[in-house]
């Protein structure tokens, strides 16, 4: 019974891991411009399930952290064009 309990619980932080990711990945997709999504994680290179951007929800927040700190640093340096 409780093979069947660890199955579910994997499955369901897969699909909330998973959901994370996305949420993570397509907020302020026209600001950041996020890579477009190709089953590959674009932050550490492992794959990604179903097609996702990033494999986990902790790759999309680096991803997301590194990015807002490269404009930011551009904006510094006095480029008002993010991208």
Request: hydrophobic share 35%.
């Amino acid at each position: 019974m409780s093979d069947s309990i660890d199955r579910a619980s994997d499955v369901a932080e897969m699909i909330r891991s998973n959901a994370i990711a996305n949420h993570f990945a397509n907020a302020k997709l026209s600001q950041d411009k996020t890579p477009p999504p190709n089953g590959e994680c674009r932050w550490c290179s492992a794959e990604a399930a179903n097609d996702a951007v990033f494999c986990c929800s902790e790759c999309a927040k680096d991803w997301q952290e590194q990015n807002a700190r490269r404009l930011k640093a551009k904006q510094i340096a006095g480029h008002t064009h993010y991208g």
